[in-house]
């Protein structure tokens, strides 16, 4: 009869801890969706909902370990015991998922990008549309499509990665990237026209732009040691084999790069067409006369 009352008393005491277990799975469930809908109902930030519905999923489900492990555990006390041989197993057999956990709170407290970001880890540059606790997840651009625009593939990326490869951040600290624009025109052409001309576009194009850029590097300039002397576009020179370069620079936001180049091209290839003094230079093959064609004091004798 003992052992009967044993394995009665033993078979209660688990519908009890089940019981309880239960319970403690439908609180946290109930809270956090109380939390939640308190919460969404104050915002429609897409980035600050889509870091409460994860950051509530990641408090809820590590108070349910905590909270089955003291329900499941006879004595407390053993409960040190028990977390360092499980730590010890998981050290050796877990070796990368513990690396790319350590990963994920790296990413958490030191921020190296977030949600929205636009990075380049090694060789994968994207927009960063998801971090969970083993992976990051990014929304690709450049590969085979131009300018820095999306591919339409999305890339998993382990967090452990953050310690073995370096991050660019495009969008983090200074909000803005500069960008550069090669105009070639003739040996023939009026190139200080040219230039003018290419000053004018740039200039009216990022007027407002450049507003921005300041405010935007004065806040960077807090946190980052960034300076810029100057920030207004410019045009410089210089000569190539086939003719004059101008090469425009200008600051602009890095998911506009592909757009404002196109705004800029269209304007210059209406204004170009306007100058009859004014022609684009390519690879081209002639034959130069100097008695005919050279400077008076560079002809032969």
């Known amino acids: 009869m003992d052992w009967f009352q044993n394995l009665t008393q033993s078979n209660q005491n688990l519908l009890f801890k089940a019981a309880v277990t239960a319970l403690l799975f439908i609180l946290l469930w109930i809270i956090r969706v109380i939390v939640l809908g308190l919460f969404l109902r104050t915002t429609e930030d897409l980035k600050d ?3 409460w519905r994860n950051g509530t999923k990641y408090i809820a489900v590590s108070l349910g ?14 409960i040190a015991t028990v ?47 998801d971090i969970r606790i083993f992976q990051f ?20 990326i382990p967090n452990g990665t953050v310690f073995t490869a370096s991050q660019v951040n495009y969008t983090q600290g200074f909000s803005h990237i500069w960008n550069e624009i090669n ?9 200080e026209k040219a230039r003018s001309i290419l000053h ?11 507003e ?12 980052y040691m960034i300076f810029y002397n100057k920030l207004d576009p410019i045009v410089y020179t210089t000569v190539k084999e086939s003719g004059v370069v101008l090469s425009i620079r200008y600051l602009c936001k890095p998911h506009r790069r592909r757009g404002t180049e196109n705004e800029i091209w269209e304007d210059i290839l209406t204004e170009f067409k306007k100058a009859n003094d004014i022609d684009f230079a390519y690879p081209t093959q002639r ?3 100097n008695p005919q064609e050279g400077k008076e004091g560079t002809k032969p004798s």
């Open 49 to 51: 909902r889509y870091t």
């Open 65 to 78: 370990i905590i909270g089955v492990s003291i329900i499941w555990i006879q004595h407390i006390e053993n």
């Open 83 to 129: 977390i360092g041989l499980v730590s010890a197993g998981l050290t050796i057999a877990l070796k990368d998922p513990i690396v790319n956990l350590a990963g994920w709170l790296f990413i958490l407290i030191r921020k190296p990008f977030d949600v929205g970001d636009r990075i380049q880890v090694g060789t994968h540059s994207g927009d960063v549309i």
């Open 137 to 156: 997840t990014i929304n690709e651009i450049g590969n085979w499509v131009d300018a820095d625009q999306s591919t339409g593939r999305i890339i998993h």
């Open 183 to 191: 105009v070639m025109v003739t040996f023939e052409s009026d190139w």
């Open 200 to 210: 004018e576009i740039i200039s009216s194009r990022s007027e407002n732009l450049n």
């Open 212 to 223: 921005q850029a300041k405010k935007d590097l004065r806040k960077a300039s807090r946190k």
């Open 287 to 289: 034959i130069y006369l």
